[in-house]
C-alpha cells in the first residue's frame, strides 16, 4: 500500500554466511544494552519494537554500523527488485496484470531470476536454497511461482524455498535492510536524493546494487512489450507447429494410399 514496492536479499555461496552471521551478531551484543534483540528496518526508523526506548541517532547508528556489515561481506552478493505502484496501472496492461497479479509478483519473479542467473554465472550452477522472511499474503503464490521456475531447466540451481522469521535466520535481516534502502530511494524518485544516506552509501561501496532495478512507468512499458512480444511469438510458434503436424499428416496419408494402390 505505500509508494514503492521493493524486496531483495542476499545470495552467496554456503561458506560465505557463518563469518557474514558473526558479524551481524556482534553488531546486536554491541547494542543489546540499548534492548536490541534483532534488527527490523521499518522498526527501527520509526522506533518501535526492540528500538522502542532508543534515541533516533542511536538507531540510525545502529542501522549504518549493519549496512556496513553487508558491505564488508564481498562474497555475497545484493539482488533486489522494485516498483514504483502508482505507475502500475499506467504502465500495463490487463494480460501483463493478471500474468504477475501484483507489484509484488513481478518483483517476486524478477528476484527468483537473479538468484539463478547468479548461481550460472558466478558459482558453477550450484543448487541454490532460497530463505524467504515469513508472508500472510503471499506466501502461497511465492511458491507456485518457484515451482514453476524449478522446473525449467534454464533455472535449474533453484534448489528449495522456505519461510522463516528474521528473528531467527540473521540474513533475513539483511534483506529486510536492503529492501527497506531501496524502497527510500525510489519513494525519493531514485538514488541522486538518498545517495547522502550512509546506509546507501556503504551498499554500493560494497558488492553493489547492479544486479537489481526499479520499474518505473517507462520500464513498466518496455517490461509489458516484451511480454506481449513474448505472447505473440510464443502464438506463431504454435501456430507453426499445427501447421507443420497438418503436413506431415498429410503426407503420411499420402504415402498410406499409395500403398493401398
Known amino acids: 500500500g505505500g509508494e514503492v514496492t521493493a524486496i531483495g536479499g542476499l545470495v552467496g555461496r554456503a561458506e560465505a554466511w557463518g563469518p557474514f552471521e558473526a558479524d551481524w551478531q556482534e553488531v546486536i551484543n554491541d547494542f543489546r544494552p540499548h534492548g536490541l534483540s534483532a534488527f527490523h528496518a521499518a522498526a527501527c526508523e520509526v522506533g518501535e519494537e526492540d528500538f522502542a526506548n532508543i534515541s533516533r541517532p542511536i538507531r540510525e547508528a545502529i542501522s549504518q554500523r549493519f549496512a556496513r556489515v553487508i558491505a564488508k561481506h564481498t562474497d555475497l552478493r545484493p539482488f533486489w527488485s522494485a516498483v514504483v505502484n502508482a505507475d502500475w496501472l499506467a504502465g500495463t ?5 493478471e500474468r504477475y497479479e501484483r507489484p509484488f509478483g513481478l518483483c517476486w519473479e524478477w528476484c527468483v531470476q537473479q538468484v539463478a542467473g547468479w548461481s550460472k554465472n558466478y558459482a558453477e550452477s550450484e543448487p541454490v536454497s532460497v530463505f524467504w522472511s515469513e508472508q500472510n499474503d503471499e506466501a502461497e503464490r511465492m ?28 540474513p533475513l535481516q539483511g534483506a529486510d535492510l536492503l529492501a527497506t534502502e531501496i524502497m527510500r530511494s525510489w519513494r525519493n524518485k531514485g538514488w541522486d536524493q538518498l545517495m547522502d544516506r550512509p546506509e546507501i552509501k556503504a551498499l554500493l561501496n560494497g558488492r553493489g546494487l547492479h544486479l537489481g532495478g526499479c520499474y518505473d512507468r517507462a520500464a513498466l512499458e518496455t517490461a509489458t512489450r516484451q511480454f506481449r512480444a513474448e505472447i505473440n511469438a510464443a502464438a506463431a510458434a504454435e501456430k507453426a507447429e499445427r501447421a507443420q503436424r497438418k503436413v506431415e499428416a498429410a503426407a503420411l496419408r499420402q504415402r498410406l494410399s499409395q500403398k493401398q494402390l
Open 143 to 170: 511458491a507456485e511461482v518457484f515451482g514453476y521456475y524449478q522446473r525449467h531447466k534454464r533455472f535449474s540451481p533453484l534448489k528449495s524455498l522456505k519461510f522463516a522469521s528474521y528473528r531467527d535466520v540473521l
Open 93 to 97: 496492461d490487463d494480460e501483463f496484470r
